[in-house]
């Protein structure tokens, strides 16, 4: 495999990391609930767990 003759340069190696940065995660607002969340994520409301805007697990399901 070819390997570089000589040593890149920190400018040059920083100049290519600057466009490497973490990205702003999407938040999505349910229609039901109102509540704002992580787009492709489960989320509670209270003791209830919902997820793509449907209750997945009531809480008084959970506890019981």
């Known amino acids: 495999m070819p390997n570089p003759k000589r040593r890149h340069s920190k400018t040059r190696t920083a100049k290519r990391r600057t466009h490497q940065n973490a ?3 999407t938040l999505s607002k349910d ?4 509540e704002t969340h992580l ?3 489960a989320y509670k409301v209270g003791e209830d767990l919902y997820y793509n805007g449907k209750l997945v697990i009531s809480g008084n399901e959970a506890s019981a």
């Open 39 to 41: 787009r492709h994520r």
């Open 31 to 34: 229609p039901n609930t109102g």
């Open 23 to 25: 990205a702003v995660p």
